[in-house]
């Protein structure tokens, strides 16, 4: 089954650090970029990060800039988002997204951000 | 920075038809294909429309997508509409290579 299943969410104190991962399953990983979109509560979704299939390109929202890693493992079929001093607005639903069209999601881990 | 607008919500009966726009806030939105998802409370998003008009397998024909060069702008058009319809619907499109939402909209069958 094609399919991609995050991991790694949880509760996390400001100033924290996480590590996301997204596990693919069903299609050749290595051949798509990837990205990370999050969806902070009863909001909209909101594009986080990027990566090109051999990691030599690396693209993130200004407002994760500094803070957030995205990184790539093809021989795992793995993706990750490292996160780091981590905020209050940083709460969200955090999905991981194949870059083909049509795209291809998973499910969604949650995060939340909270003393 | 490209940005995109939706309205906030939409609201129609059974049966009829609807149409959400998405609105882009520079250049051209034919530069680039815009895809549109649907989420219900709870699930992730799927996609309803891909490369501007594509329907992905499974999805029914009363949902269509088309440009409108003149008025910069994305529309999704959903005919028939069912109860199941009622959910968040939002367009997607590019700046370079980054993925650009539009705020999303709130569909309501009535």
């Known amino acids: 089954e094609v399919q991609l299943v995050e991991s790694g969410g949880g509760l996390v104190k400001p100033g924290g650090s996480l590590r996301l991962s997204c596990a693919a399953s069903?299609?050749?990983?290595?051949?798509?970029?990837m990205n990370w979109v999050r969806q902070a509560p009863g909001k909209g979704l909101e594009w986080v990060a990027s990566i090109s299939t051999t990691r030599s390109n690396k693209y993130y929202a200004d407002s994760v800039k500094g803070r957030f890693a995205i990184s790539r493992d093809n021989a795992k079929n793995s993706l990750y988002l490292q996160m780091d001093s981590l905020r209050a607005e940083d709460t969200a639903v955090y999905y991981c997204?194949?870059?083909?069209?049509?795209?291809?999601w998973g499910q969604g881990t949650l995060v939340t951000v909270s003393s | 920075n490209f940005m995109l607008t939706q309205p906030h919500s939409v609201s129609e009966s059974p049966g009829k038809t609807v149409t959400i726009t998405c609105t882009g806030s520079s250049g051209s939105i034919a530069r680039n294909y815009v895809q549109w998802y649907q989420q219900r409370p709870g699930s992730a998003p799927t996609t309803v429309i891909y490369?501007?008009?594509?329907?992905p397998s499974g999805v029914p024909d009363r949902f269509s997508g088309s440009i409108d060069s003149s008025s910069n702008s994305a529309s999704l058009t959903i005919s028939g509409l069912k109860a199941e319809d009622e959910a968040d619907y939002y367009c997607?499109?590019?700046?370079?290579?980054?993925?650009?939402f539009g705020g999303g909209t709130k569909l309501a069958v009535l």
């Open positions: 490369e501007d008009n594509q329907r």
């Open positions: 069903g299609f050749t990983f290595s051949t798509y970029s």
């Open positions: 997204a194949r870059a083909s069209l049509p795209s291809l």
């Open positions: 997607q499109s590019y700046d370079g290579s980054n993925w650009v």
